[in-house]
């Protein structure tokens, strides 16, 4: 009897102390990752731009941002004679994206001077991009921007602000952060493709302000095979978008490589995740002021609501699995962040040999990669699609300044090795 009593308490013991222990490596493990910020995703309140034609009725130089995607805050004149284009974010704090979009034209061609100025905690980061139908677009010639208030100190670092020189005629032009692709030009994109892939356009949802939520439905879509691809949850991440457009074009080009993809896989895309941001002209943020790529946790806002409800309501009726996701995104420079290798889903070391294969189709290409180690809280779609589904998932950022070639050549072959290996005979 006592002997079991005592056998009892030494297992007591040990369990007491196994779970103090594996308490501490936990403890010790977070520490080193560093304190997770809490950051809300609840609607906050975000500041609309006025849309209207700015006039200098003695210059006869007049100034608009009345169209999709447009952003100018305020417009004056300096003593040199020079117009200041102030460029004020949706809300903040937030990210250092700051976009840019107007028209300026004249009743005479002349020469004119823009200086464009942001927020005290917010730098100039696109030279601008110009165009004068909104389709075709050429980045403003290096000679005629002057970058103001760069760190001496420090070659990289962004100037505080830009003073540009542009040619202006009664023919309005367009001046652009980064070439304009409003939701109609994405909704057109889509539309073809939907025409030459033969494939129905579903409306997953809508947008705070009731801008519809489009997904493209590609290939065979009672597979149980499936994949998901989301682009602009960032408005003005146009770079990573045109990635997104090659890779998917790639998928539908008739090859009998695609064909055959196609016949097999379920393949969804929401192109545009983020309408209103794109329209409103927004830096970053959703018009409920909120970083959508934060909100794959707590889901407040309709579109990422949209997706997680597809993404479930998906596999319910298919019975079947989605194998692979890609978000992609803009930054600095190219940069892939996959997921840890420690995490396995339905189809472990996908994304690694995809982006090894991608390498060795590319010659002289070394691309960054940068595997994440946290996955929770989800809050990024990455994480989410992992967690949720099981996907391989990555994220996909193109430089902001990368040729508009390569990127196209980037998305193209990541799209032909992906085709390989989903392809591959399985057991
Ligand atoms: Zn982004």
Redo the contacts with the bound molecule.
């Keep these: 009897m006592s002997n079991s009593k005592e056998l009892r308490q030494q297992t007591v013991g040990r369990i007491v102390l196994l779970t103090i222990l594996t308490l501490f490596i936990f403890a010790a493990f977070g520490l080193a990752q560093g304190p997770e910020p809490v950051i809300s995703t609840v609607t906050v309140p975000i500041e609309k731009q006025v849309r209207q034609t700015f006039e200098f009725k003695d210059d006869r130089v007049y100034f608009s941002n009345e169209f999709p995607g447009g952003r100018l805050n305020a417009i004056e004149k300096d003593e040199a004679g020079r117009y200041v284009v102030t460029i004020t974010p949706e809300n903040a704090p937030i ?1 250092m ?1 700051p976009w840019y979009a107007f028209k300026v034209w004249s009743r005479k061609k002349k020469e004119i001077q823009v200086r464009l100025v942001y927020p005290e905690y917010a730098r100039h980061r696109y030279d601008p991009k110009l165009s004068t139908d909104g389709k075709t677009w050429t980045p403003l010639d290096p000679q005629k921007i002057v970058h103001e208030g760069k760190d001496p100190q420090d070659e990289e670092s962004l100037p505080r602000s830009a003073v540009i020189s542009l040619t202006v005629s009664r023919r309005p032009v367009w001046v652009s952060a980064q070439e304009l692709q409003p939701s109609s030009e994405v909704f057109a994109w889509m539309d073809a493709i939907a025409k030459k892939a033969g494939a129905p356009i579903e409306e997953i949802g809508q947008s705070r302000e009731g801008r519809p939520l489009r997904m493209l439905r590609l290939g065979n879509t009672s597979s149980k095979r499936m994949m998901l691809v989301i682009s602009r ?2 408005p003005p ?1 146009v770079t ?1 978008y045109f990635a997104m457009q090659a890779f998917i074009e790639k998928l539908i080009d008739g090859s009998e490589a695609s064909s055959a993809f196609r016949r097999d896989w379920g393949i969804y895309v929401v192109p545009l995740m983020n309408p209103d941001g794109v329209d409103e002209g927004h830096w ?1 943020h959703n018009q409920g002021g909120i970083d959508l ?1 934060r909100d794959w946790q707590d889901f407040n806002q309709p579109e990422t609501q949209a997706v997680r409800n597809f993404l479930s309501r998906r596999i319910a009726e298919t019975g079947g699995r989605f194998y692979f996701g890609i ?1 992609f ?3 600095w420079n190219d940069i892939y962040y996959p997921m840890n290798r420690i995490y396995e889903g339905n189809s472990p070391r996908l994304v690694e040999r995809w982006l090894g294969n991608i390498q060795a189709a590319i010659e002289g290409y070394e691309p960054r990669i940068q595997a994440t180690e946290r996955l929770f809280p989800t809050r990024v779609s990455r994480n989410y699609f992992f967690d949720c589904c099981g996907m391989e998932a990555i ?1 996909y ?1 193109i430089g902001d300044n990368t040729p508009r070639d390569f990127i196209r050549k980037k998305g193209e072959v990541a799209a032909v090795e992906l085709m390989k290996l989903l392809s591959e005979p399985r057991p």
């Design positions: 990210n994206s949850q960032h991440e990573g970053r790529n978000d995104h803009s930054t994220v950022e």
